[in-house]
């Protein structure tokens, strides 16, 4: 590539700076399920983009309604103003939702949604009069982005060792089980996991629990799908216990595990369902925080006279009028094409691929998938567990291909239109890869 460019100001992202910049990879546009990289050449994205563009990239219905809205609104102040396509997507997102889950409540990102979230689950509790329930209960290996709530309940030590903590929180264990390694879809072994719940209620007492969050199926840490009867048992003791269930469904919202969400997808109804990444596409960054009528009416009955605020929170880019007009359109799209249908269709071909081509490969520890996700596990060469992945997906990015690496795995998350054509170049070129790894 002709590097004319200075990159020494941009801090990069969640990136290996220093590696980055001896040997960039620019990717300068997308169409479908193809990057252009600096060099002109076609970059098949095996991870939808960072798991938000499962529609393809640049669909033009998405770009039309951006460019619209543009024109005619570029901006609302959101603090006591609304605007009309705020209030459409809201009852276009709720209506999505499984049953019960009717109030939206704006964000910028998927951290800025875990940490909405449980800003709302402590402020209800403190509406309820429960002025002890403050404590929260996440999950190892968990990510629910990077702000300090996030972080604090995120099970990624990795991402927790140089920030400290902010919340009282404790983590129930995570539920990749040696015994369940290669498993197809969903692990039959592991809902007692859930029951640990009982030892925290034990330990702290469940006055002091206000929520339990959870991704009914994890994504950053590798693609873990909850083992059979795990969330099942899980709502059972909140409810039990009165504790709140969040469910973090940046990753599995709007169509990536088959079904509109993962609560759909698992049979299980949070209190709270947090969206992002796919709301809009990737195109415009927006998420979402969904709250059950119960939440959303005990803030509107405490609220005192009808001016003042029930919720001292928000950001200056909720509902930002772009990302709603993109999000609209980006819902259509996702219900004309019946793309979660599509996945759950399609999922048992990118099974078989992953499973067949995959696990008997060197150093491949664990296959695991469900919908369009799929990872592998790869064992640490020496003391370096980040290693092999990094190297299998620089030379996946030689060979063309776009996959995700993060902690010992390698993650794949196929455009809901991907063809099968290209799903199998993905893992064609990974099995490649991976016969020729050190
Ligand atoms: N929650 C989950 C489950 C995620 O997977 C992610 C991002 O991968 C986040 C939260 C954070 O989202 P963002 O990077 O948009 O802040």
């Given amino acids: 590539m002709a590097m004319t460019l200075n990159l020494d100001a941009y801090w990069m992202p969640y990136t290996g700076n220093r590696q980055f910049k001896k040997d960039p990879r620019m990717i300068e546009a997308a169409h479908g399920v193809w990057f252009t990289d600096g060099d002109g050449r076609q970059v098949l994205d095996g991870h939808s983009g960072l798991w938000t563009s499962g529609l393809g990239h640049a669909r033009p219905e998405i770009t039309e309604a951006v460019r619209r809205q543009m024109e005619q609104l570029d901006f609302c102040p959101p603090f006591q103003f609304g605007h009309p396509k705020a209030f459409e997507l809201a009852t276009k997102i709720a209506g999505l939702m499984p049953e019960g889950l009717d109030h939206v409540f704006y964000t910028n990102s998927g951290s800025e949604s875990a940490d909405t979230s449980l800003k709302m689950a402590r402020a209800y509790w403190q509406l309820k009069g429960a002025l002890k329930k403050t404590r929260f209960i996440g999950r190892q290996k968990g990510y629910h982005g990077v702000n300090f709530g996030g972080v604090a309940v995120g099970g990624i030590p ?13 983590h129930l264990s995570h539920t990749v089980l040696p015994q369940n390694a290669f498993t197809r879809g969903m ?3 592991g809902a007692h996991l859930a029951d640990e719940l009982e030892l925290f209620v034990e330990r702290y007492g469940a006055e002091t629990i206000a929520a339990v969050i959870v991704e009914p199926m994890g994504g950053s840490a590798g693609v873990l799908p909850p083992p059979v009867g795990y969330l ?5 003791l909140c409810d039990q216990h009165d504790v709140l269930l969040i469910f973090d469904e940046v990753i599995t919202g709007f169509g990536r595990c088959g079904a ?3 609560a759909d997808a698992f049979g299980v109804v949070p209190d709270i369902l947090n969206v992002a990444k796919q709301l809009t596409n990737g195109a415009v960054p927006m998420g979402a925080v969904i709250a059950s009528s119960e939440i959303h009416d005990t803030f509107m009955a405490n609220g005192g006279p009808d001016y003042v605020l029930e919720f001292a929170h928000g950001y200056t880019y909720s509902a930002h009028p772009v990302a709603c007009a993109a999000g609209l359109a980006a819902l259509d799209i996702l219900v004309d094409e019946k793309l979660p249908e ?13 499973h067949d081509q995959l696990t008997d490969k060197p150093h491949v520890s664990d296959v695991r998938n469900y919908g ?11 003391d370096e567990p980040l290693r092999r992945p990094y190297e299998v997906a620089m030379a996946m990015w030689e060979r063309g291909v776009l996959v995700r690496y993060g902690g010992d795995t ?5 455009h809901f239109v991907m063809e099968k054509k290209h799903m199998e170049q993905m893992v064609g070129t990974l099995a490649e890869c991976l016969k020729v790894l050190k």
């Avoid at 990795?158 to 929180?169: D, I, R, S, Y």
């Fill in 372 to 382: 369009f996700a799929g990872a592998i596990t790869l064992a640490a060469r020496g």
């Fill in 187 to 189: 692990p039959e072994q």
């Fill in 342 to 354: 599509r996945v759950a269709a399609d999922a048992p071909f990118f099974e078989a691929l992953l």
């Fill in 260 to 262: 509109m969400t993962g």
């Fill in 232 to 236: 099942q048992r899980l709502r059972a």
């Fill in 158 to 170: 990795a991402n927790k060792k140089l920030f400290g903590e902010v919340l009282e929180t404790d």
């Fill in 410 to 414: 390698i993650q794949m998350a196929p």
